[in-house]
């Protein structure tokens, strides 16, 4: 199996929240992210937490991480349409980063 | 402004020709990347250097060859080995900071 598994594809309306759920396989990773991208474009990171943490929290955006479950998550508060991307979770044992495939979000006025 | 540059931004490229892309970074950044982006695939690592003149295969190597000449520059050249080269590729070099990826703006290559 893959070593980042995310689901493809999440719509949300517009004002409502989002949740991209990811789950990773190497629980040596010291850091967990998450990377941003738009059409056409390269990708930009948006979080990362460390990995002793739990919850890390920054503006509209809340990163949640179980390490007993290898589970981490993304909340998008008060998601807008220039939310609408693809979302990459990452994990990076040994220094060479692993991307998960990629969560689409699609945000409907 | 620190960053990585990629050129080509469009390539095109008849079957049986090998093709060059560039990746220069100012970031001062050891570790380069480069994946390769296919739709519903997410990212596959092609090949990666942690430092000058040393760099290691990735996990889709076969028909692609890199260089690191240089610390600022780690270019890519798709071989006509490689079977179906259409596709989106990503450089990228990684800071000692939380180990965070800085991307380029990404080399859409089309064989036509």
């Known amino acids: 199996g893959e070593d980042v598994e995310q689901s493809l594809f999440l719509s949300v309306r517009e004002g409502d929240s989002s949740v991209i759920n990811c789950t990773y396989t190497d629980s040596s990773s010291t850091y967990l992210y998450w990377y941003k991208q738009e059409p056409g474009a390269g990708l930009q990171l948006l979080t990362y937490?460390?990995?002793?943490?739990d919850m890390k929290q920054d503006q509209r955006l809340t990163v949640l991480l179980n390490k007993k479950d290898k589970h981490l998550s993304l909340r998008i508060a008060d998601t807008q349409t220039g939310d609408s991307a693809i979302y990459f979770c990452a994990e990076t044992p040994s220094y060479i980063p692993t991307f998960g495939r990629g969560t689409s979000l699609i945000v409907h006025p | 402004d620190g960053g990585i540059t990629q050129s080509p931004k469009y390539l095109f490229r008849k079957e049986g020709q090998n093709v060059t892309l560039s990746c220069e970074q100012n970031?001062?950044?050891?570790?380069m990347y480069w994946y390769r982006q296919d739709p519903g695939q997410g990212l596959r690592l092609i090949y990666y250097?942690?430092?000058?003149?040393?760099?290691q295969k990735g996990d889709i190597a076969e028909g692609y060859s890199v260089s690191r000449e240089k610390k600022e520059s780690f270019p890519l050249t798709v071989t006509s080995a490689q079977k179906n080269p259409t596709a989106f590729y990503l450089c990228?070099?990684?800071?000692?900071?939380?180990?965070?990826?800085?991307f380029g703006a990404g080399s859409r290559l089309t064989v036509l």
């Open positions: 250097s942690q430092i000058v003149n040393d760099f």
């Open positions: 937490i460390f990995s002793n943490m």
């Open positions: 990228a070099a990684r800071g000692s900071g939380a180990n965070v990826l800085t």
């Open positions: 970031l001062n950044h050891d570790a």
